[in-house]
Nanobody
């Protein structure tokens, strides 16, 4: 069936950087769109970034535009999220997701596959 496994979370100071990675296996490897979402305590899960199959089209939430970069390596079945100039409000659990149907999916309900999440904490 396949799964998505995130790695790279941790604690970073404001202004610092982190790089998240997501390894896809099985059926999740052929996802049309791969995305990252995040969920802060007491908040709903929200869209962060997404990338299409070829990697040529990317989408970002306004809150991370210019600071985060999503990339995809289909040969290695991985998708990454480079996070720069991080802010305390970026603190959340970050989830990798795959959509088998939609191209350019930015809505949570468009995704079929989800990872378990990785904690990212940004201290001020």
């Amino acid at each position: 069936q396949g799964q998505l496994v995130e790695s790279g979370g941790g604690l970073v100071q404001a202004g610092g950087s982190l790089r998240l990675s997501c390894a896809a296996s099985g059926r999740t490897r052929s996802s049309n769109t791969m995305g990252w979402f995040r969920q802060a305590p007491g908040q709903e899960r929200e869209f962060v970034a997404a990338i299409n199959w070829s990697g040529g089209i990317t989408y970002y939430a306004d809150s991370v535009k210019g600071r985060f970069t999503i990339s995809r390596d289909n040969a290695k079945n991985t998708v990454s999220l480079q996070m720069n100039n991080m802010k305390p409000e970026d603190t959340a659990i970050y989830y990798c997701a795959g959509s088998s149907t939609y191209h350019g999916a930015t809505s949570l309900r468009m995704y079929d596959y989800w990872g378990q999440g990785t904690q990212v904490t940004v201290s001020s």
